[in-house]
Each structure stands twice: as structure tokens, then as C-alpha cells.
């Protein structure tokens, strides 16, 4: 399973590749709002601030668009590895080529410092390779999936509630101030909606994550389910579970860093599931 090996470095290389994008793109987006709010706050809004403050959105439009290419290239390369593994055939040559010719770099270096890099250590497959092994894994991936989505959700959802209540305030604050000096009055209503768009940017990563964990366990929830699904189902499960994975926020790797061994040891006790003959 060399070239499927090499696939599945390339799928959790690039997601890395993707994550490190988009925190540039946000990053971006916080320093073009700061621009601004910098210069109102100090009286000396020059003219080439609006230029920085465009040209650092820009950026960000660019790193983003990377970091939805390198995700897509990741869930691929994820779907491809993810089924040459459980089925027991390796990849060909030349699709391997292909897929390598289109790596981001660093992919495989950031691949290497993960946990669990080989295909049997981040799946862990107890099934011997056939349509019981990729029911299996992708019974282990929804699980996984649904449990760190559900933290994530609740973490934005937390956050979210702050902000949003921080902008509360500064609005309450703006309404009730006797101060009639126009660059104050300006820069609280500027700062104000700069939190209200985060915040609600928060809400709807949330609600996205929330979506998610829920279609992810009931896709875990039928996997294990008795009699277990075969043929077309297995098919149509797998189908659905892959086309919630793609259309969702990456999940923070740190996430997974924290949360592997408690998560590693509920599913080895859900496994169970799988090979019992009791509903």
C-alpha cells in the first residue's frame, strides 16, 4: 500500500496547507479593519490607509481562495487513500503521479508532524481488508467527526455570545453618550459593526458545525447499525458522510490533538457494535 500511503500524506499535509491559509486570510481581514479603526482612533486618516486596508483584504481573497483549492485536493486525496485501504487495492502509479503533480508544498512535511501518520495508525482497522473494513473506517471518521464538530460548535457558538454582546454594549454606550465629537462618534459606530459582522460570522460557523455534528452521527449511528448496511446503502452512507466532510469548516488540528486518546477509547468501545449480533 506504498502509493496509498503517500495519497492519505498528501490528504492530511494539504488540509494543513488549507488551515494555515485561512488563518493568514483572517488575519488579514483583522489587520485591514485595525488600519482603519487605527486611523480614526489617532485623527490622521491618510490617504493611503484605505490603499494598505484594500490591499491587505486582497490578501486575504487570495489565501482564501488557497486554502478551498488545498481543501478540496485534501478531501480527495482523503476519499481516494481512505478506500485503496479499505478495500486492500493500492493506488496506480499513475493516478498517484497525478494527485502528487498537485500537492501544495510543505504537504508532506506538515503531514510528518502529525499524530498517527501511517493508514493503520489513524484509521485502526480491526476489519480484514473488503466492504466490512470501509463500513468500519468510515463508521470510525463519522464518529470522530460528529464528536469534535459538536466541540466546535459549542466553542463558537460561546464566542459568538461574547462578541456579539461586547457589540451590544458599544452600541448602548454609543446611543446613551452625551459626547457630540464626530471622530468618537464614528469610531465607536465603526467598531461596533466590526464586531457585530464578527460575531455573527461566529454565529453561522456555529450553526455550520452544528449542522454538521448532527449529520455526521446519524451517519455514525446507521454504520453500526444491525443489520449493518451493505451494497447500495453502505454506498449511499459513505456518499453522504463524504459530501458533509467537503462542504464543512475544517476542523482545528489542535482540536484533534487534544481530544485523540478520549476519542480513540470511545470508539473502541463503540466498535463493539460492529461485530455484535445484539441490536
Same mark, same amino acid.
Given at each position: ?22 488563518? @493568514? ?48 485536493? $485534501? ?5 481516494? $487513500? ?8 493500492? @493506488? ?13 508544498? %510543505? ?5 510528518? $508532524? ?33 464528536? %469534535? ?13 461574547? @462578541? %456579539? ?7 448602548? %454606550? ?25 460575531? +455573527? ?56 490533538? +487534544?481530544?485523540?486518546?478520549? +476519542? ?16
Amino acid at each position: 500500500m506504498k502509493e496509498a500511503q503517500r495519497v492519505h500524506a498528501y490528504f492530511r499535509g494539504a488540509g494543513e496547507v488549507g488551515k494555515r491559509c485561512r488563518i @493568514i486570510a483572517s488575519i488579514a481581514e483583522v489587520a485591514a479593519a485595525v488600519v482603519v479603526i487605527r486611523g480614526f482612533l489617532t485623527g490622521s486618516l491618510q490617504t493611503w490607509l484605505p490603499l494598505v486596508s484594500f490591499g491587505l483584504l486582497v490578501i486575504s481573497a487570495i489565501f482564501r481562495i488557497a486554502a478551498d483549492r488545498y481543501k478540496d485536493y $485534501s478531501d480527495g486525496c482523503r476519499r481516494t $487513500s481512505l478506500r485503496s485501504f479499505a478495500l486492500g487495492r493500492d @493506488i496506480e502509479i499513475r493516478e498517484s503521479s497525478n494527485i502528487r503533480s498537485e500537492a501544495p508544498p %510543505l504537504a508532506l512535511r506538515y503531514a510528518a $508532524s502529525l499524530p498517527a501518520s501511517s493508514l493503520v495508525e489513524y484509521y485502526e482497522p480491526s476489519s480484514p481488508p473488503g466492504e466490512a473494513r470501509l463500513r468500519e473506517i468510515y463508521a470510525y471518521s463519522a464518529f470522530y467527526t460528529s464528536q %469534535l464538530a459538536k466541540t466546535c460548535r459549542n466553542a463558537y457558538f460561546t464566542g459568538s455570545i461574547l @462578541i %456579539l454582546a461586547g457589540a451590544l454594549v458599544v452600541l448602548y %454606550l454609543l446611543a446613551t453618550s452625551e459626547r457630540v465629537e464626530s471622530r468618537e462618534l464614528v469610531l465607536d459606530a465603526l467598531f461596533s459593526v466590526v464586531l457585530s459582522v464578527i460575531g +455573527l460570522r461566529t454565529m453561522e460557523q456555529a450553526l455550520k458545525f452544528a449542522n454538521m455534528a448532527k449529520n455526521t452521527r446519524r451517519i455514525a449511528d446507521s454504520l453500526i447499525a444491525h443489520p449493518p448496511p451493505a451494497g447500495d446503502a453502505l454506498s449511499d452512507l459513505t456518499f453522504e458522510y463524504d459530501a458533509a466532510v467537503s462542504s464543512a469548516t475544517p476542523i482545528p488540528t489542535t482540536l484533534y490533538r +487534544l481530544r485523540r486518546e478520549e +476519542l480513540d477509547e470511545a470508539w473502541r468501545h463503540r466498535r463493539g457494535a460492529l461485530f455484535s449480533q445484539t441490536p
